[in-house]
T-cell receptor, first 115, second 113 residues
């Protein structure tokens, strides 16, 4: 079964450092997403990306965050200057299309610890 | 924006019993309602979903019901097994915009032997 893959599975970084989280969405999918989950809390939407541009972003997704699809397969989330409160599990997700709420598949997550 | 409430936050059942988790949503335009199962340290895994033109959907031991008028939907798991133990999240999505899923706060289900 096709799956969304994410790297790294776990990263520890110093406050103020830049972090890039990488994702390979399912190959025929057109919509890509990043969500995050702070330990013990619910999953929160960060951003959706379609046709090489951001479709929607949440208030969490401020100027410190950016997304990119640098080639035909990867989808990345960059945090420019990490803060302690950025410590969370970050999930990449993808779906075939937008109309009708097609199934959104999640990766296993990248656990980011900011110290 | 959309707000999804989920109850209970924890649920403990005996193996073989049924488990019911309930969610309410605020945006009447939401039209897609998936349920995800999350095991410790893993990503959310879709277990069942329902669209707003359907009132009920069943897949083996799992069923979901939707009441659009009341804006609530429920997950029913019958004949629970220890491997059903996990955190379950409901979510709601309104078609259009960025396909944003709004999640509930999660239910920790424990199936005891």
């Amino acid at each position: 079964e096709p799956e969304v893959t994410q790297t790294p599975s776990h990263q520890v970084t110093q406050m103020g450092q830049e972090v890039i989280l990488r994702c390979v969405p399912i190959s025929n999918h057109l919509y890509f997403y990043w969500y995050r989950q702070i330990l013990g809390q619910k999953v929160e939407f960060l951003v959706s990306f379609y046709n090489n541009e951001i479709s929607e972003k949440s208030e969490i997704f401020d100027d410190q965050f950016s997304v990119e699809r640098p080639d035909g397969s990867n989808f990345t989330l960059k945090i420019r200057s990490t803060k302690l409160e950025d410590s969370a599990m970050y999930f990449c997700a993808s779906s075939e299309a937008r109309i009708g709420g097609n199934t959104i598949y999640f990766g296993e997550g990248s656990w980011l610890t900011v110290v | 924006g959309e707000n999804v409430e989920q109850h209970p936050s924890t649920l403990s059942v005996q193996e073989g019993d049924s488990a019911v988790i309930k969610c309410t949503y605020s945006d009447s335009a939401s039209n897609y309602f998936p349920w995800y199962k999350q095991e410790l340290g893993k990503g959310p895994q879709l277990i069942i979903d329902i669209r707003s033109n359907v009132g009920e959907k069943k897949d083996q031991r799992i069923a979901v019901t939707l009441n659009k008028t009341a804006k609530h939907f429920s997950l029913h798991i019958t004949e629970t097994q220890p491997e059903d133990s996990a955190v379950y999240f409901c979510a709601a999505l309104r078609t259009g915009g960025g396909n944003k899923l709004t999640f509930g706060t999660g239910t920790q289900l424990k199936v005891e032997l």
